[in-house]
């Protein structure tokens, strides 16, 4: 089993479509949370960190389980320039704070 | 201002060639780490330095050595290079390594001929 997994998508949604995405992951003493989004060719960006208690920032909406090991983010009211990979991203205590990036998911918002 | 700059942008080596790549952050943070991305993967950790000291080393070879002069800097040097390393190089840096924020550069596109 991944250490991190999450669906590869792509998932294709009309603009205005609400999308989530869900992320596993193996290790129950996993620290900390986060979702990147990447674009073709550029780096990671920080999109939001998660919490067990959720988080939102506009249209994003973050959750994490640590009970079911699973982290979501719910993308409402897509547009355009949301296409893009999402990468969720897991710390992991063992090693050190080992940082493990899932593979990916990616999203296609079509006009 | 979570800016993280690295040089160069763009990199061709031959296998015999030996080259740095740099990356320089001056939001105060204390860990720095450098990460390889292949097309179409996720980036994959290779190294870490938390206060200037290298804290994980993801068994990478030896032809790929980091140093950190400073709180600010992160080189990574390159010798005797495969065709296969040849991938997108990711700096990011965070206040701290014990799971806090990354903030990444944008990577120097490494080609090795």
């Known amino acids: 089993r991944k250490e991190v997994e999450q669906d590869p998508g792509p998932f294709n949604v009309p603009e205005g479509a609400t999308v989530a995405f869900n992320c596993t992951y193996s290790n129950s003493a996993s620290q900390s949370f986060f979702w990147y989004r990447q674009d073709c060719r550029k780096e990671p960006k920080l999109l939001m960190s998660?919490?067990?208690s959720g988080n939102e920032d506009g249209r994003f909406t973050a959750q994490l389980n640590r009970a079911s090991q699973y982290i979501s983010l719910l993308i409402r009211d897509s547009k355009l320039s949301d296409s893009a990979t999402y990468l969720c991203?897991?710390?992991?205590?063992?090693?050190?704070?080992?940082?493990?990036f899932g593979a990916g998911t990616r999203l296609f918002v079509k006009a | 201002d979570t800016e993280v700059t690295q040089t160069p942008k763009h990199l061709v080596m031959g296998m015999t060639n030996k080259k740095s790549l740099k990356c320089e952050q001056h939001m105060g943070h204390r860990a720095m780490y450098w990460y390889k991305q292949k097309a179409k993967k996720p980036p994959e950790l290779m190294f870490v330095y938390s206060y200037e000291k290298l804290s994980i080393n993801e068994s990478v070879p030896s032809r790929f050595s980091p140093e950190c002069p400073n709180s600010s800097l992160l080189n990574l040097h390159l010798h005797a290079l495969q065709p296969e390393d040849s991938a997108l190089y990711l700096c990011a840096s965070s206040q701290v390594h014990r799971g806090s924020e990354q903030y990444f550069g944008p990577g120097t596109r490494l080609t090795v001929t």
């Open positions: 998660v919490y067990s």
């Open positions: 991203v897991v710390n992991d205590r063992r090693g050190g704070f080992k940082t493990i």
